[in-house]
Structures are given as structure tokens and as C-alpha cells.
């Protein structure tokens, strides 16, 4: 086994789960009695080829990576997140009544950090109970966060209905200040798109991260402990506490996602924004096998089937999207141990 | 309301998390995790749906409702089985594909992005939404019955017997010549075909079907499972609580005694109180989730 | 009459590892057949091939005459070939008597018939002299009762042979003589049993004739009447022990330890196992700077629990001192500060962490001592690397490869090279050569004696007795969660000590 082979062994999967989505893709649209070709050059027409398209795309993607994240950093501490939807509506919320709090006038550069403090903090406390529940008392995250899921959304629901919302509407009142420009305000031809500032920041969340995981003390215990909780235990690593730290940074990354909707494009925090983004999240960073930069180009691959599937509507029905994006995982998850199977015996093979 | 109606609406609201739950006790006591009960029903919604509608009789609908639910359960099993995927993963991957393929076809077929046409269902004329109703609708029965069968089933016969060992100790009942990938299948594909019948009571019963109609349902039969601790009749029990507590929230929106959102919260907050160990421990079979590779 | 089984030239791999080489084995009807060998002989392998649980990769396996090579476990259970795992093939969650009728159940109609199935487990306890309750839970079973079920098993399903993995391992004197009985009335009713032990005064004991087995091989039959533990042993190690060791070894023994002086102190430790009884039960020692005490026994005795609690891996009750410290409230990486230095006995479980590279897996355990501020310093991990890969000969050489794509051995020595390189007074060392070639298996010696020349104090644990003794100062002797003696190395010899860890004997 060399370096080689476990690029391989990372790289392969997500590519023969695209080429089979594109088959299952085909014979959908050939169902729908249109040409596969036409469908998927419209596709890209209507996402990369123009400038309105591709802001939506980055929009799409800005989310996608935030969760990805999340659901990544999870898993390379041996944990399942699915709780990223209520997590990326937690943290929105709270930037959203953070928002509410603010005297009007105040730059926006200067609000930054004080939503982005608002919106970890209301992520990585829906984060950290699974973690402490799992540390203390050994409940399994993935039933949990499903369950807290349920739970926090109820309560969002609750708090907007009952306390915050604007009249006939699932919203809350807009910001005082500290909205962010979007793209469309710096370049003309992104006009009318939702991509705004927080991409940048979810560049920057991605580098960070890949710096923690990779380059820090903490990283490296964290690491190991999804690995092998055995051996990271031997090495002295407090497995409760980095379980607990985990998913909480995980909720928190989440949570920060939520102000790509908040801060950066309505506004406002409003009911359902974040829905499906949690297990798109999940998607993408299977795709992206849980590496940021990964985990970037799989947000910006989903972002573009989402987008896409509005542009071809005319055709097939968007629809569409949905499917592939569950064959897109189904297919990764299973080739991921199906490639690295077959590989290996190749490899037997031409060594003896 | 009295407590009849009370007692009406809480059936009719418990039957497709009965069917579920029962499907997924048997999925997971053979080591199968059932986060993809929700996809199950909805493919069986969808299916019941399509068959009613073209052949006119909610039967046909009950049929296709356990092949559709049975054909993503497969696709389950063969992911997780076969090639050893996560079945967490897996599991969310059938519920987004259910998703995804309902509304295709809900495109392909009815030409609509929401719903399908009005389709047939089992009641007749003037049957109410009473007991009357009720006892007319043959899901109704099987959703009462289906506890009880999966009881027996598990704890009576010699496949149950496997079930368990299967779900317990793989390793032991293969070396006792225990199939145990073949009890996987057929355990997996049981829990989709009952979980799918979950599906055709709730178009059945509105008549058609919706996008997404099914809300969260199977991952309340999947709290109740939990909550239960993985036996088929205090999941069943645990069914019943959870619908009588939907049935109270109803009675109560007019009231604003409780939010309704609260009331909602109720089996999720169960569940994890479960997991957590506040109430007893929640004994999950050993081998659950354990057919990954490495 | 056709011998009751004839295996020829088996040969079994798994990946890079050859388990069977060429092995044969031949049982005729209606003996007790021992199969003996060392840890990792093959012996458990070639046995699963039998019962169906493999396919071997070459070689011919016959049961009473007719070729049965590769078949499945259901056609060797439907053959009358039964086995009895080391580790319990019983499912906790099920009676007894729903243990033995899995796989052949009983049924009247659709049913489950229980009444017969506890019935026929009653008839079966009653004429093979297996005492178990049929409808208590497998998990509320003592260990005795839970093999006793094993058995039941195969012979429910009308086993004729009887294949048994280290039955003794587990079990208390008494519950011994209790199993040779009743495979002698398994005999003598014409049965065929083959044991796979190490335990040489058993072999000789109970059996009728005996194999040999060595690295994956077969290395001699014999007859057992006659059969000396020494000569088994030699056949089993391949050289001769005794002689080997004292040419090797005499004189170099506690050379610089001065009297009196203690680094580690152990007083009345306990340690509660998972069956919620005491595994390791009351122990004390202590080891002096500049000494190896090693510890012997049949594994499965309370070692691997004594080391993890010595290592803070596992909660204890008594005292630990080190050099005046006291452990037990210290967390693992505390007690790493403190100077305890650990080679665990399972290196792909605990010591490495596989897909970590090397230079990684050379500061596991003491990454905060790898840091400048939060972040790791990468360039004192690859200089640390770069030394120990040379000093120790780690091969191949490249510190960024992951620990998966090496050897066993060499495995084995970046775990060593990382416990040792350190600044330790204290080092436990399990199983440190386990699964590893010979010329590794000399470095790590070497290594051992070099730091206890330089007064480190080093328990052993091994189930190598060869290793024991060619290292050890004092050797103690672990059987059910006690010391059953300690002895000085002079003393020390398989004769000497065969009798302890087999529990045949123990000091007050």
C-alpha cells in the first residue's frame, strides 16, 4: 500500500457514484422522452454558463458547505451529525434575533462577529446535547440528533408563531443592521442571485478547519479517535470530552451556516429555510470524504444538480434532482468498501 | 369530543406507526438499522396511490404498496448486505430517493408537482369517520393485528428464533449453519413490504396522495422501536402513547392550554430520554448497524 | 477401518499471513486426539477449515474415508462434524435451550415447539452428565455452564466428532476434571474428540495420541502413552528450551539492581471485569529498578486486565505506586508524564492507529509533547521520525507511510520504538513480540535487556513461556486473576511452572 493507493481508494468512489448517476439520469430523462444530451447541456447552460445562474449555484453551495462541514468534522471523529438541519436553523435564528437586538446603523463588517457568535453558539448548543448525552451516558448521536431534529424545529416553529414573527407571515422581523451585500451589488451580472458575502466566509471555515484537523494537537486526537477509539484511548485521549467537543464544534459550523440565509440574503429568519440542507449536508460530505477541500467541490457539485434541476424543468421535471441526489449517495456508500475491495484484490493479484 | 371519538381518532392515527413500528422491530432485531422506515411509506403511499387509481380498487393499491415498499427495502439490503455500506448513510439515501421518485413520477404520471387525482379508498357512502369507517377499512385490522403477528412471529417460530440470533450474535448463528444473510434479506424486505402497507393506510385513508405526505412518520415509528426497547408490543404500546398524544394536541389547538409544537415534541423527547438511560436502558440488539465493512 | 479424519497438505492465507503451510492431520475413530502448538501455530485454523468455516487454499481433507475438502459449516454440522470456539458461539440474548436447537429447530406446525426442545436439552444434559439449566438465559451463565452448552450443542446435532478450541483456558480445576470425564464417556460411547491446547501436563493427560503443530505446519504425531512434556514442548518451540535459554542467557540477570529498592509498587490491586466479577483479584508486587518480572500463564488469566489497569485504561480498586506515586486517581496520559511507558499487547487495536503514517504513529500518546502552542510541530515530528525509523530499522524507511502498509514486525517496532525512545522509569510490555518475525523478535529482546541494564523496571507479560524465561529476572505465575506463584528465574523452568498455570497448583 503507498500514497498512491490511498488516493485512489479516496478518489474512485465519488467518481464511479457520479458515472452511475449519470446513467440512472439517462434513463430517467429517457423515460421522460427527452434527449439526455439537450437535458444535461441545459443543465449547465442554466447554472455555470450564465453569471445569474452561477451566483445561485454559489448560493446553493455556500449552505452546503457549511453543513458539510459539520456532518464531516463529525465523522472524522467516528460521529454521525444528522441533527445539521436544526442545527443550520438554530444558529440562522439566533443570528436572526441577534440581528433584532442591534441598534439600526451599524456597519456590517462590525456585525460580522457578533452573528457569527450568535449563530455557533445556537448551533453548537443543539450540537453539543448529543454530544454530552453521548459522553455521559453513552446514547447513540444518530438516534438523537434525528430526534432533537424534530425537537428544535417544533421550537423554532414555536418561538417564531408565538413570539417574533411578522404578521401573516413565518418570518421574523428584518435585521436593524448588518445585512451584507450581496454579489449582485459588486458585479452587475450576478444581479438578482442570492450568492453573497458569507461564501467567503465558508472558504474561510473550510481552510480552518482543514488547519485544525490536520495541523493541531486536538485535530490529531480527534482524528484518531474516529479511527480507533481504542488506540485513542491508550494514547491518553479524553475520549468524553472530545466527543462532546466535537459534535459541538460540528452544531457550531452548522450554526454559522444558517447566516448565508439570515445575514447574507433575506434578511430575515424564516420558517423552513434550512430544510434538507442537513442531510444534503450528510451527501456532500460522503462525496468530499470528509476532507474540507472535498467537501467544497462535492457543495458546489450538489448546489449545481439543485440549481440544474430548475433549469431543465422544461424539459424533465426537476424532480429529477432529487433522484439523482439519492443515487449519488446510495452509490457512494456502497462503492466506497466495493472499491476498496476490488482494488485490493487487484493489487494481491499483480504483486503475487 | 368524547372519549370514543378520542379514542376513534388515536387508532386512526396510530395505525400507520403500528404498521411501521412492527416492520422495523423485525428489521432491527436482525441487525438492520430502520432509519429508512419514512422512505418505505412513502413509497408505499405512492404505490397504493397508482394502483387504486388505474384499477379503481384501494386492493390493488394495498398490493402495489407492499411491492414498493418491499422493492426499496430491498435496495436497503442488497447496500448494506451486499456491499457492506453504512446503513446510516444508506438508510437516509432510500428516504431522500423515496422522495426523489415519488415526485418523478408524481410528475410522470399525474402531471402534478403536489398531489395525485382523488382515489378510491375503502370506505363506503356515509360511513363517517367514526368507528363506523374504521371497522370498514381492512388496514385498520391488519394494523391492529400486525403487533400481535410480528410478537408471534419473533418469539414463536423458528425464524424469529434466527431473527434474533441474527441481529444478536451473526457470528454464532452462522456457525450453527444459521443463513444469516438470507434471514437479513428477507427480515429487511418483511419490514419495507409492512412499513409500505403504512403508506397505502395514509393515501387510502386521504384519498390521495400528497408530496412528502407521510411527515416525519416513520422515524416516529423508528422513536416508538426505541422506546420500546426493541420489542414488537411495547413498540406497539409505545405507538399508541404517541398517537393519543397527537389526538390530545388536536383536541387542544382551539384551547392554546399548550402550544402545539410542545405536544409534538413528545415521542422525540421519549426517545432520547430512552437512549439516555434515564428510564431504564434502551438494549439495542448487539450486532444493530454492524454489516459495515471494517 | 477409514481414520475418522485425514487432513493433507492444508494450506490457509490470510492477505500476507500463511496460517496453514502444508499441514496433515490424521484422527482415528473413537480417540482423543490432542492438537498442540504455540500461540498463532495454526492449529485454531486448521481446525475452522474442518469445521466448514474456511476453505482451505490447497490440500485434501477426509472425514471417515469420503472427500469432504472445502465444504460448508452446515454440511459438516449435517456430517456429525461439531466445534466448540474458543471464544463462545452462544448468543446471550437467547435460553440455553434456544441456543442449542438454532440452526435444527423443532417445530410443531409453524410453532416453535419449546417443550420439546428443553426436553431433548434435558435428555442430552442427563446422558452426557452436562448439568445446564435449559431455559435460563445464556448471558446469566457462568463460563463453565456456558461451554457446557457448547457442547450440548454439537451433540445435538449429532456431532461424532468433536472438535474442542482451548476448552481449559477458562475453566477452574475442578470444572476441568469435569470435561475430561465426560469426553472420556464421549469415547469410550465412540466418539471422536480432537482438543487443541498448549497446555502440555493436559495433553498428556487426557489424550490418546497427539499432533504437533509449528508455524502453520505439522511437525510430529505421537502416540501419547509414553510422551514426555519436554519432548512435546521441544517439537512445539523447535529447539530445546531449557538447553537454549541457558546458553543464551546465563548470567546476564539483575546485574544493577541494589536491595531493597522499588521504582513500581502494586498493593492489593482488583479489578471488576465485564461479567461483573473480579478478574484481577487482590494482586501485589513490586519491581526494582534494573528488573524484569515477568508474568506467565494461560491467557485469559487476568493479564491483559492487570496491565490496563496499571495503564489507566481501566478502573481498579488498591494502590499503584511509581517511584513514590500513586497512579490509580491519575489519568492515562498523567500517569505517561509520570514515567509509565506502555507496549500494549494488541497493536493493530490499541498500539497504532493503522491509517495514521508512520512518523504519526511515533508520537502517539505523547503528541502534547509534539506541540508549539495549539498546533502540532511538524518539524520536530519528522526529525523524531526520521531517528527512530533508523535507530530501530523501521522498514520501509519512509516516516509518511501509513502503519497499514507495514509488516507485522515492523509494526511492532514503531510501538516499541515510540515506548522506548522515551524519557520512562517504569515500562509494561504485553505480548511484545507477538505475531512478529524472529529477527524482530531478537531486536525487541535486545531492546528489553538494554533498558533494564539501564535500570528501568519492566513487567512482561507474555504467553510466550520460551520469552519469559529467556527475559525475565523473577517470574510470577497468573491464574484466575491471583498470582499462583512467584519464583526467581533460577528456579524457574516449564517443568517448574506447568503445574501453576494450569492451576494444578498454588502457592498459599
Known amino acids: 500500500m503507498s500514497r498512491r493507493t490511498v488516493i485512489e481508494e479516496a478518489v474512485l468512489p465519488p467518481i464511479v457514484a457520479l458515472l452511475i448517476a449519470a446513467v440512472v439520469g439517462d434513463v ?87 452573528f457569527i457568535l450568535a449563530a455557533a453558539l445556537g448551533g453548537g448548543v443543539v450540537g453539543a446535547v448529543p454530544g454530552i448525552l453521548k459522553a455521559r451516558f453513552g446514547a447513540h448521536e444518530v438516534i438523537v440528533t434525528i430526534m432533537l431534529n424534530f425537537i428544535v424545529l417544533a421550537l423554532l416553529n414555536y418561538l417564531t408563531s408565538a413570539k417574533v414573527h411578522v404578521p401573516d407571515t413565518l418570518h421574523t422581523p428584518e435585521l436593524k443592521s448588518g445585512a451584507l451585500w450581496r454579489l449582485g451589488d459588486v458585479m452587475s451580472p450576478f444581479h438578482g442571485s442570492a450568492a453573497n458575502a458569507i461564501i467567503l466566509l465558508a472558504i474561510a471555515t473550510a481552510i480552518a478547519l482543514g488547519w485544525y484537523l490536520f495541523r493541531t494537537r486536538q485535530g490529531f486526537e480527534l482524528r484518531a479517535l474516529g479511527l480507533q477509539a481504542r488506540a485513542a484511548e491508550y494514547a491518553g485521549v479524553n475520549v468524553a470530552r472530545v466527543t462532546w467537543r466535537a459534535l459541538a464544534m460540528s452544531g457550531a459550523i452548522a450554526g454559522i451556516g444558517g447566516l448565508n440565509y439570515v445575514i447574507g440574503y433575506k434578511h430575515y429568519y424564516e420558517e423552513g429555510f434550512a430544510s434538507g440542507a442537513g442531510f444534503l449536508g450528510i451527501a456532500v460530505a460522503l462525496v468530499g470524504r470528509n476532507h474540507p477541500a472535498g467537501i467544497v467541490v462535492a457543495a458546489l457539485l450538489f448546489a449545481t444538480l439543485s440549481q440544474g434541476g430548475l433549469a431543465v424543468n422544461a424539459l424533465v421535471p426537476k424532480q429529477m434532482v432529487d433522484v439523482l441526489q439519492a443515487v449519488v449517495i446510495l452509490a457512494v456508500a456502497t462503492s466506497v468498501p466495493e472499491v476498496r475491495r476490488l482494488l485490493r484484490i487487484s493489487r494481491r493479484r499483480s504483486e503475487s | 369530543m368524547n372519549a370514543l371519538d378520542f379514542l376513534a381518532q388515536t387508532v386512526r392515527i396510530a395505525i400507520p406507526y403500528l404498521l411501521a413500528a412492527a416492520g422495523g422491530v423485525l428489521s432491527e432485531r436482525a441487525g438492520l438499522i430502520g432509519l429508512s422506515l419514512e422512505g418505505y411509506m412513502l413509497g408505499g403511499a405512492f404505490c397504493a396511490a397508482v394502483g387504486s387509481y388505474y384499477a379503481g380498487a384501494p386492493w390493488m393499491g394495498v398490493l402495489a404498496a407492499i411491492v414498493g415498499g418491499g422493492m426499496l427495502a430491498l435496495l436497503y439490503a442488497v447496500s448494506a448486505i ?115 402497507l403504512g403508506g397505502a393506510y395514509l393515501s387510502l385513508d386521504q384519498h390521495q396522495f400528497t408530496d412528502q405526505m407521510t411527515a416525519g412518520r416513520g422515524f416516529i415509528a423508528l422513536a416508538a422501536i426505541i422506546f420500546g426497547r426493541w420489542d414488537p408490543v411495547r413498540a406497539g404500546l409505545a405507538c399508541l402513547l404517541f398517537a393519543a398524544a397527537e389526538t390530545l394536541q388536536i383536541q387542544l389547538q382551539g384551547t392554546q392550554l399548550i402550544p402545539s409544537q410542545f405536544v409534538e415534541m413528545i415521542p422525540y423527547v421519549l426517545t432520547i430520554v430512552a437512549l439516555a438511560g434515564i428510564v431504564g436502558r434502551a438494549a439495542a440488539p448487539a450486532a444493530l448497524g454492524k454489516t459495515t465493512a471494517e | ?158 456431532a461424532k466428532i468433536l472438535i474442542l478450541d482451548e476448552p481449559t483456558a477458562v475453566l477452574s480445576p475442578f470444572e476441568v476434571r469435569e470435561l475430561w470425564a465426560v469426553l472420556r464417556s464421549l469415547r469410550d460411547a465412540g466418539g471422536t474428540v480432537v482438543l487443541i491446547t498448549h497446555k502440555l501436563d493436559e ?98 488469566n487476568g493479564q491483559t486486565e492487570l496491565i490496563e489497569a496499571l495503564a489507566g485504561l481501566r478502573s481498579a480498586d488498591g494502590t499503584i505506586t511509581l517511584g513514590g506515586r500513586e497512579l490509580v486517581p491519575l489519568s492515562v496520559r498523567e500517569r505517561g508524564n509520570a514515567g509509565l511507558s506502555h507496549i500494549p499487547e494488541d497493536r493493530h487495536e490499541r498500539g497504532l492507529v493503522l491509517d495514521y503514517s508512520i512518523a504519526d504513529n511515533l508520537i502517539l500518546g505523547q503528541q502534547h509533547r509534539f506541540t508549539s502552542g495549539f498546533m502540532l510541530d511538524a518539524g520536530r515530528i519528522a526529525a523524531h521520525a526520521r531517528e527512530l525509523v533508523e535507530r530501530y530499522d523501521i522498514r520501509p524507511a519512509d516516516p509518511s507511510l501509513p502503519a497499514r502498509a507495514l509488516s507485522g514486525g515492523n509494526q511492532q517496532k514503531i510501538v516499541v520504538a515510540r515506548e522506548m525512545a522515551r524519557d520512562f522509569k517504569v515500562l509494561l510490555a504485553a505480548q511484545p513480540t507477538r505475531g512478529v518475525d524472529v529477527g524482530a523478535i531478537e531486536f525487541i529482546h535486545a531492546r528489553l535487556r538494554e533498558a533494564r541494564d ?55
Open chain 2, 82 to 196: 451486499r456491499f457492506k455500506a453504512d446503513q446510516v448513510v444508506v438508510g437516509i439515501a432510500i428516504n431522500l430517493l423515496a422522495i426523489g421518485l415519488t415526485r418523478f413520477f408524481l410528475r410522470l404520471i399525474f402531471d402534478s408537482s403536489s398531489n395525485s387525482p382523488r382515489i378510491p379508498g375503502f370506505e363506503l357512502k356515509g360511513s363517517g369517520t367514526g368507528f363506523l369507517a374504521l371497522a370498514l377499512n381492512p388496514l385498520v385490522w391488519i394494523g391492529i393485528a400486525v403487533i400481535p403477528v410480528v410478537s408471534w412471529v419473533l418469539y414463536r417460530t423458528p425464524f424469529g428464533l434466527r431473527v434474533r440470533a441474527v441481529g444478536e450474535h451473526p457470528a454464532a448463528a452462522e456457525s450453527v449453519g444459521v443463513p444469516v444473510v438470507r434471514v437479513r434479506y428477507i427480515a429487511v424486505a418483511l419490514s419495507g413490504m409492512i412499513a409500505g
Open chain 3, 203 to 300: 495433553v498428556i493427560d487426557v489424550s490418546d495420541s497427539i499432533t504437533v503443530m509449528r508455524q502453520g505446519a505439522t511437525v510430529t504425531r505421537m502416540a501419547s502413552a509414553g510422551a514426555t512434556p519436554q519432548a512435546i514442548a521441544r517439537a512445539m518451540v523447535g529447539r530445546d528450551v531449557a538447553l537454549a535459554l541457558d546458553a543464551d542467557y546465563a548470567g546476564s540477570t539483575i546485574s544493577g539492581t541494589s536491595p531493597g529498592a522499588v521504582l513500581l509498587s502494586v498493593q492489593n490491586l482488583t479489578v471488576i471485569g465485564n461479567r461483573r466479577t473480579a478478574v484481577v483479584n487482590g494482586v501485589s508486587f513490586s519491581i526494582a529498578p534494573g528488573e524484569i518480572l515477568g508474568i506467565a500463564g494461560v491467557e485469559g
Open chain 3, 454 to 508: 539501564q535500570g528501568k523496571a519492566i513487567l512482561l507479560v507474555s504467553a510466550d513461556l520460551a520469552e519469559v524465561l529467556a527475559l525475565a529476572d523473577r517470574i510470577a505465575v497468573m491464574y484466575g486473576g491471583r498470582f499462583a506463584i512467584v519464583m526467581s528465574r533460577s528456579e524457574a523452568s516449564p517443568d517448574a511452572l506447568a503445574p501453576y498455570m494450569t492451576g494444578a497448583e498454588h502457592a498459599a
Open chain 3, 1 to 158: 477401518m477409514n481414520p475418522a479424519i485425514r487432513m493433507t497438505g492444508i494450506e490457509k492465507s490470510f492477505g500476507a499471513v500463511m496460517a496453514n503451510r502444508g499441514a496433515d492431520l490424521e484422527v482415528a475413530q473413537g480417540e482423543i486426539h490432542a492438537l498442540v502448538g504455540e500461540n498463532g501455530a495454526g492449529k485454531s485454523t486448521l481446525m475452522r477449515i474442518l469445521s466448514g468455516l474456511y476453505a482451505p487454499n490447497a490440500g485434501r481433507m477426509e472425514v471417515n474415508g469420503r472427500d469432504v475438502t472445502g465444504w460448508s459449516t452446515s454440511e459438516a454440522i449435517a456430517n456429525g462434524v461439531g466445534m466448540v470456539h474458543q471464544h463462545f458461539m452462544l448468543v446471550p440474548t437467547l435460553t440455553v435451550a434456544e441456543n442449542v436447537v438454532l440452526g435444527c429447530e423443532v417445530t410443531k406446525g409453524l410453532v416453535l415447539d419449546r417443550q420439546a426442545a428443553e426436553r431433548a436439552v434435558n435428555a442430552l444434559s442427563v446422558r452426557t452428565g452436562l448439568a445446564v439449566p435449559a431455559n435460563r438465559l445464556v448471558a446469566d451463565l457462568s463460563v463453565g455452564e456456558a461451554q457446557r452448552v457448547e457442547i450440548l450443542k454439537t451433540l445435538y446435532r449429532g
Open chain 1, 28 to 114: 430517467l430523462i429517457l423515460t421522460f422522452g427527452q434527449s439526455p444530451g439537450a437535458v444535461f447541456r441545459l443543465l449547465l447552460e442554466g447554472t455555470w454558463g450564465n453569471a445569474y445562474g452561477f451566483g445561485q449555484v454559489l448560493y446553493k453551495a455556500t449552505t452546503l458547505v457549511f453543513t458539510g462541514l459539520a456532518v464531516g468534522l463529525g465523522l472524522r471523529a467516528g460521529l454521525f451529525n444528522i441533527g445539521a438541519e436544526s442545527q443550520l436553523a438554530a444558529g440562522g435564528f439566533c443570528a436572526a434575533l441577534a440581528g433584532l437586538l442591534l441598534p439600526a446603523g451599524i456597519p456590517a463588517l462590525l456585525c460580522l462577529p457578533f
